[in-house]
Each structure stands twice: as C-alpha cells, then as structure tokens.
C-alpha cells in the first residue's frame, strides 16, 4: 500500500494535469507552470477538452488518450466533473490523485466526496485530498501544486492541514532556513490520511523528521499506531484547543477533557513530539531534521557569556533537561581554554575573552566526551570576535569530533554578523538560533525524541483477573431498567469486577436495615442515597458521614430521605446505601471519557470536591502501560502529595498506579458500553497499604 502512495503521489514517473490550462490566473495553468518550472523530470502531460498544447507541451482531451502509463493526476477541474475524471483516472490505471478541487466535505457536499472515494477504490487509486494546495518534493523537483516554489532544500516533511499555511512555510522555509524535501497538503482526507502518509515516510530516504500541523484526526487509533511504528521523530503543532462537543459534563472527567489535552496525552503516547506555535515548530523541526536524538540527560553548556548561560540554565530546567555540574576531568580539560577567572562546571565560561580556537578545541572535547549527551554552544556578538569564524570553528570540531552520534545545537546573540554566521552554520547542517533559550529548545525537542522511542516501545499487559461477564451483567440489568446512569452501588460492581478496591457497602430498603447494616459493617458508617436521577448526592443533602450509633443511623436514614425527595420529588430511590467508612487517605480522581476520536481515554489527578476547581488532572488513551501510569502520577502539580509532604509517610503510587491500568483496561474492555466514568474520590494510603474508591459514577452509552 505505502508504495502505491509512494509512486502514485510522491515519486511519480509521470503526471496528468486533468483541468491544464494555458490561460495565467487559473490554478490548472499555475500546476502545470509549477511542474514545468521545478523542472520535474518525469513526463507531464496536460489534460484539457480543446487544447492542443499548453505551454509548450502536448495536450490531450482526456488521460484516455494518452499513449503509455500515468502514475498520478493532479487535478484542477470544478468539482462537478471530478468523478467523471475520478473514473477515467481509474480505467486509465493512475495509482495517484491529486484533487486540487474544492467544493466537497468542507462545505457540506458529502455526498460528492464519498463518491470519488468509492469510485477511486474500485480502481485502486488512492486520493490525496479533495481541497488541497498539492505535493511538493525537491528530491523529484516536482511541485505538482499552485504553492509558488518548491521549499529551502532539507530533509523535513511537512504533512499540513491547512493549505494555506503551506504555502506559507514553503516561502518561510528560506527566510527561517528550516530546509524541507517534501510539502504535502493533505485537505479533507477522504482517502490518504496522517497515518498513510507517516507510513509512507517513514520509508523514505530523503525525508529524516515528519512535521505535522494539525486541525483534527478522524481515526485516532490508527494513526497512534502509524507514530508508534515509525523511526523517524515526527512533531506536531494541533489547533483548536477548545474543548471537545463530544464530552458531555454528566461526569467530572467529562467537564475536564478538552482536545488539547486528549490530543496531548495521544501524542505523548506515541512518541510525538510537540510544538507550542508555529515558530517553535520551525526551530524544533530544524533540530530535529539536522541533529541525532539527545540519549541521555548530561547536557553540557559551552558559552561566552555568563548572561546567556544563566539564561540557558534557567530554560533548560523549563525544558526538561536540568544541567548537572560537569565531572571533574571535563571540568579540568575545560580549564585549558578559558582565563583563570572562567567557570568550567556547567555552563563551561570561556568568558568574553573566548576566541575561535577556544571554541573549537572545547567543543571538539565535549562532543568525544561519553559523560557529554548533548551539547549547547552559545556566542554574545564581540568586538574581539568575528562571528562566522566563530560558527566555522564550530564546524571544525564537529568535524573533527570522532563523536558523530551526539547532538549539537547553537545559539549566537548579536547584530547581522552574528545572523550571518546563524545562516551560516544552517547550510552546514547544525541547526543555530538567535536566543538561548529557543537553542535550549531545540535540544529539548531532541531529547524528547530519545525519550519518546522509549515510550512506544513499552508494551500494556492487562492482568488475567478481569471478570467482564460480572460487569455486563450490571450493565444489562441497567439498561433493562432502561436507565444510562448506573447506581454507586452498580458502578461499584463492575470496578470490583476489575479489581479495583472499592468501599464495603449494603442497600438498605429500610430504617431498621439501616442499623442493621451499620452494625453488620461496624460503626462509624457512611450512609447515602442511591437513586439513578440523583448523580450528585451531596447536592442533594444525600450523604452523611461519620455516623457513630444506632441512633445517629436511623436519624440518618430519615434525614437523607427526607432531603433526597426535597431535591427531586419524582426520584426513583432505590434505597440507602450503608457503607464503611474508609480510614482518612490523599484523595485523587480517576475518570474516562469515550472520546471521539481516540476512544476510552483515562484521567488521574487531585480528587475529592475541588476536582474541577484544582484541575490538576492528566490523561492517557486507554490502555495505560505501568510505567506511563507512574508518569501520570508524577506529572501532575500535586505529585510532591504523593510522595509524602510534611513528614508524611509517602502514599502508595505502586497500588495506584497499579489502579489506573486496570482502570484503563476496565474502560476498553467495555467501550461498547461505558461513555464516561468517575472514581472520586479514591484515597491513597501510606505505601504498601492500597487504596480504595470511596464513591463511583458509570454513565453508559446511548443505545
Ligand atoms: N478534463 C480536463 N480538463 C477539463 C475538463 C475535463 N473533463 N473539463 C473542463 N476542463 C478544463 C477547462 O476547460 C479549463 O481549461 P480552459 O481554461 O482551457 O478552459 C480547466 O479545466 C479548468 O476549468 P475551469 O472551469 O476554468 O475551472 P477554474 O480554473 O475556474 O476552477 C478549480 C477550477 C481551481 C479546481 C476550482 O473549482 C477550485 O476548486 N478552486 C479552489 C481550489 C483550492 O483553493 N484548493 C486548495 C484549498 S487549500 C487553500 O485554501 C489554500
């Protein structure tokens, strides 16, 4: 399949233009000037009804006539006659189309698109777009597109939604000196999408980062999986951070998921690295298409000025990759290349005294040295320094370095000398920015990159001990009662059934039942309402905690009835749930939501009644691996709780994180059934002690 895609759309031998035109302004006339101005070496061959020739070259009324095959069509003709060329593409053989043509999906016309992909299948042909701007490719000097030129020569390939922005980087390419081989307007994706496209890159010898920008995906599961199988870093710039029309706030998951952050958890889990805007997507792409991976979290500073250094320092620890103080025999080899009043911990300071041999001689050092993973250098515009001799002492060192296999990054502060040496090292392949701190960056991105092949190569074991029978049960009886809330008591069940520890709990019918099962259970009691309209009892004055005696849980029982019929006069109430009450642990929430694009997706963070208060939440696609699981622990802004704040005794993370995997499989297990789910809040107790769900909410599926 990749190599259909491959021929058919980005190494073509030879392109129809279906919609040519000789007449300037047309986007059929621009295509074709496009293909012939990159001097594409294929064969081109315009298509249009009454032409003979268009520009010089041979024109036939339809790719039928053509003598020999067509490996791809860029199409430029008004969507009313796009199938019926759909289909001559097809009997013509064409592996590749390129529908430039707007005029389908984007604006409600479904119908048209789905027949183009119907049509394009029953040949065989794959469809790039409708409504896109084209393809690029400098290896092929191809640009089958109407973007003016083919981008800066790099290794970068760039998958954008947003034909627009396209053509926009292909002409900033050369003002930001971000070098790309391939740009691919991907559009509407009614056939070819991210996943296919990765794929197909991932495979390519001229492409060594995939960019992505991002405005939505439609089958999340396939393209995680298409990141996770490639070897190549791809970094992705996603708009639209609003949150998702599909979460309903029935839950506090619900309220709290958004795109940005189901998307972000999607991209962590697949290795993507991520942009924050357009520019960090530019100067990470730069790093990430010209360096290696950083293997490890030894970052060494190089500088000449203390200014830049802190500032280095303050970014890096921002960024992920702290500094450590150098060991002592670097910090003596560093020693030889300063002024006594220099520093060689870590930021070396060469000082402002540091010429080119300095430079050179200690980059050359730290990129041989193994305690050395990655290597910033960073230069303040001298009087007593000639920036370009600067960024070619640089250069020297890398080439001298026996190291090959380490990144280097630059940054170089100053006036248009220090610019010029910035462009100057970019056309040696050693990416160079104008601040530390978008340097800082950079090297982040590519230890991001090291860390994210660790990521996908992690594998999720479900334990053996699900008994999803139980739980389907619980669900059917629900959906019997024709209800698509489920009770505590219910919702428990089906936790119970994953093995998630939840509190004892009896259904009392009665005031007698009541102390009955308080007694049974053992005093103090938690007592609360159960009834499916009632999803937030203490709302509703139905929980009472505490209670120490028979008559404390009778006067209870009556109170929380009482309150519960005052909430909602028509409440179906199944009766008073009886249930220990749980020793004092750090709560913490754990929630899915079904998203619409990703599926079962997990959240943990704070709990407890200030949930969405706090929002110190994360999320992961469902399944959670152990190792992601602990991530998601640490990574929220409370994590020093977890650990044991004030003298307390650390909290339990393994049992935890153990909690959140079996969540995770609990909520893919029965995505067919469950739209979103709370546990909150779950208390956390010392380590080796577990933890235990206090209260449950499950809202089903719509059937
Ligand atoms: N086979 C081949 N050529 C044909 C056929 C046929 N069956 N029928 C007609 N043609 C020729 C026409 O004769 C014409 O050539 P001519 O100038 O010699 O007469 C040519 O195809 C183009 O047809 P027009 O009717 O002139 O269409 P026009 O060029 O005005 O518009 C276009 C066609 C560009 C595809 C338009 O419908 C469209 O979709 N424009 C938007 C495209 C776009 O912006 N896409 C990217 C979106 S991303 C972004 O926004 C940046």
């Not at 409600?108 to 027949?115: A, D, I, M, S, V």
């Not at 020693?335 to 050359?364: C, I, R």
Request: proline share 4%; hydrophobic share 40%; with cysteine.
């Amino acid at each position: 399949m990749n190599n259909d895609i491959m021929t058919g759309l980005f190494k073509p031998k030879s392109i129809a233009v279906v919609g040519a035109s000789a007449t300037p302004g047309k986007i059929g006339y621009t295509v074709l000037k496009n293909l012939i101005d990159s001097q594409y070496t294929g064969k081109i061959y315009p298509i249009n009804p009454t032409a003979d020739e268009i520009l010089g070259i041979k024109a036939y009324a339809s790719v039928m006539d053509v003598p020999g095959e067509i490996d791809a069509a860029a199409i430029t003709v008004p969507a009313k006659l796009t199938l019926q060329v759909t289909e001559e593409c097809g009997k013509k053989g064409i592996k590749g189309l390129i529908i430039i043509t707007s005029g389908f999906s984007e604006v409600g016309n479904h119908e048209l698109e789905e027949q183009i992909v119907e049509t394009a299948k029953r040949y065989g042909s794959r469809i790039l777009g409708p409504n896109i701007v084209g393809v690029l490719s400098n290896a092929d000097h191809m640009n089958a597109s109407f973007a003016p030129f083919l981008p800066m020569v790099g290794k970068a390939a760039l998958i954008s939604q947003s034909g627009a922005l396209l053509i926009a980087m292909d002409a900033a390419s050369y003002t930001r000196k971000v070098g790309f081989d391939k740009l691919v307007s991907i559009g509407n994706m009614s056939d070819v999408d991210f996943a296919d496209i990765i794929s197909c890159l991932n495979d390519d010898e001229n492409t060594s980062c995939i960019t992505l920008y991002i405005e939505g995906i439609r089958d999340g599961r396939k393209f995680m999986d298409a990141c996770k199988n490639a070897t190549k870093p791809i970094i992705a710039l996603k708009s639209g951070t609003s949150s998702h029309g599909a979460a309903a706030a029935a839950s506090h998951t619900g309220s709290l998921a958004g795109a940005a952050k189901v998307y972000g958890a999607a991209f962590k889990q697949s290795g993507i690295i991520q942009a924050s805007d357009l520019n960090n997507l530019f100067d990470r792409t730069q790093a990430l298409s010209l360096q290696p991976p950083m293997n490890g979290d030894n970052l060494l500073i190089i500088t000449n000025g203390g200014g830049v250094g802190v500032l280095a320092t303050d970014a890096a620890e921002r960024d992920g990759i702290p500094l450590k103080f150098a060991p002592k025999e670097v910090q003596d080899e560093m020693k030889k290349h300063m002024p006594e009043f220099g520093s060689a911990k870590n930021p070396v300071d060469l000082t402002g005294m540091a010429g080119t041999e300095w430079y050179t001689e200690s980059v050359q050092f730290a990129l041989d040295h193994s305690w050395v993973d990655g290597l910033v250098v960073l230069y303040c515009e001298t009087a007593m320094t000639n920036p370009i001799e600067i960024a070619k002492g640089i250069k020297r060192a890398v080439d001298a370095a026996k190291t090959k296999d380490k990144p280097i990054v630059v940054s170089a502060v100053g006036g248009e000398k220090s610019d010029a040496a910035i462009q100057w090292l970019l056309e040696n392949g050693i990416p160079a920015y104008n601040s530390p701190e978008v340097a800082i960056n950079a090297m982040a991105a590519l230890r991001e990159q090291a860390k994210a092949k660790i990521t996908v190569a992690e594998k999720f074991k479900p334990y053996g001990d699900y008994d999803k029978e139980t739980a389907l049960k619980v669900i059917k009886k629900a959906r019997e009662d024709g209800r698509e809330s489920l009770t505590e008591i219910e919702a428990k069940q089906i936790f119970e059934a994953y093995g998630l520890p939840t509190t004892k709990g009896l259904l009392a019918k009665s005031e007698a039942e009541a102390v009955e099962f308080a007694k049974k259970i053992g005093y103090p009691v938690v007592m609360k309402i159960v009834s499916p309209e009632i999803l937030h009892k203490s709302d509703a004055g139905g929980v009472k905690v505490n209670i120490k005696d028979d008559a404390a849980a009778r006067e209870a029982y009556n109170v929380i009835l009482a309150n519960a019929k005052n909430y909602k006069s028509d409440a179906n109430i199944h009766g008073i749930l009886v249930q220990e009450m749980a020793p004092w642990g750090t709560e913490v929430i754990l929630g899915s939501i079904n998203d619409a694009t990703f599926g079962p997706t997990m959240m943990f963070g704070l709990g407890g009644i200030f949930v969405e208060v706090l929002k110190d939440v994360t999320f992961r696609v469902s399944p959670v691996s152990e190792n992601q699981a602990l991530i998601m622990l640490d990574e929220i802004r409370g994590a020093p709780i977890l650990a044991g704040v004030r003298g307390e005794a650390p909290r339990d993370k393994e049992a935890m994180a153990n909690a959140v995997c079996r969540y995770s499989s609990m909520i893919l297990d029965l995505k067919d059934e469950i739209s979103e789910s709370d546990a909150n809040p779950v208390l956390v107790y010392e380590k080796g002690k577990g933890i235990k769900i206090v209260d449950a909410r499950v809202i089903l599926k719509k059937k």
